[in-house]
């Protein structure tokens, strides 16, 4: 896609997502930004219309990026109708993890993210698909979406009360759960069976080291990288909460990591729930994966070596 400078946007706010609730950032603050920054924006603050039918309306819009203002569910939400179309997708990182926007190293504060886009670059970066769904993380399975639910349980209660009464949930629903079995054929790899109590399959791999917890450097390596917790003692909790302050959680005896473009995964259940990007949502087994290499255009800071001297973002 070529970029110009009389590059078109079409908003797409989402009123829940954490920032958006934190700050109350409205629509028309947003005009004002897009307008201060001398960029044509239409911003959609719809709060009525289902959420599907703005991202049908933004893909359809003529503009030539589709800004995300919102989370990591928003993101992935806008990418599953931008990838492999010629719109390009820009975040304005107003969820509460926004782990993408860390990632491609967008900055978090709004007024400079919406700056940033009039000298943005574009990257192509891959997406993962599950039974014909686009996602851009990672799909768990196992008892991770039922800590996903109590989360959004929690969402808004901000006390330190709620936030201790969900730590205890979680902990002793890790300890609880009980592990299942499930069919692991890799394309690139042998297929095997396991007991586990948790799954995920990742677009391209977590990064190991000090501080790296969840974060991806290369999001464009064309692989998926499956994470098998084959169990979780308090022993294994306590390991791995250990691993990923000193940064080598995937060294856990616990975890086992494969990497493949495609992987079937078969359990003895029709329908799993899922955490889907950090959305609880029941897909239907076998849960067919794969990578699809460098299809989605996103807009990223530019390279500050090819910007002019004294001109950076
Ligand atoms: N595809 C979708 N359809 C309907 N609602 C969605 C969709 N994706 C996300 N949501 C909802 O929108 C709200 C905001 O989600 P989003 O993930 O964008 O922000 P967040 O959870 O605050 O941030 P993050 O995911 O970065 O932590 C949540 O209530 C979520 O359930």
Excluded at 142 to 149: F, M, Q, R, W
């Amino acid at each position: 896609m070529e970029l110009s400078a009389a590059r078109r946007f079409h908003v797409v706010l989402n009123a829940n997502s954490g920032t958006v609730l934190a700050t109350g950032i409205s629509a028309q603050s947003l005009v004002e930004h897009f307008a201060a920054a001398g960029l044509e924006a239409v911003v959609d603050g719809d709060t009525k219309m289902p959420f599907a039918e703005r991202i049908a309306r933004a893909a359809q819009s003529d503009a030539d990026v589709i800004v995300a203002a919102g989370g990591d569910g928003t993101i992935t939400a806008l990418a599953g109708a931008l990838a492999g179309s010629d719109k390009a997708l820009a975040i304005l990182p107003l969820g509460t993890v926004n782990a993408l926007a860390k990632d491609l190293g967008l900055p978090m504060d709004i007024p400079q993210a919406i700056a940033l886009l009039k000298s943005a670059a574009i990257r192509r970066i891959d997406v993962g698909e599950v039974n014909g769904r686009i996602y851009l993380h990672k799909v768990v399975i196992g008892v991770i979406p039922a800590l996903a639910a109590a989360r959004e349980h929690i969402r808004g209660q901000g006390t330190w009360g709620s936030k201790a009464a969900f730590m205890r949930f979680m902990f002793n629903r890790l300890m609880r759960a009980r592990r299942m079995a499930i069919a692991i054929e890799p394309e690139d790899g042998p297929s095997h069976i396991v007991r586990a109590k948790a799954v995920a399959v990742a677009c391209n791999a977590y990064d190991q080291g000090i501080g790296k917890i969840f974060s991806r450097q290369n999001l464009e390596g064309g692989s998926l990288y499956i994470y098998t917790l084959s169990s979780l003692t308090i022993v294994d909790f306590v390991r791995l909460s250990a691993g990923m302050l000193l940064g080598n959680w995937q060294d856990a005896a616990a975890l086992s990591i494969e990497k493949s473009r495609a992987v079937t995964i078969r359990s003895h259940k029709k329908l799993v729930k899922v955490m889907f990007d950090g959305e609880v949502e029941s897909l239907h087994t076998p849960l067919d994966f794969r990578i699809r290499p460098a299809a989605l255009s996103v807009l990223v800071p530019p390279d500050p070596d090819a910007l002019p001297e004294g001109n950076v973002p």
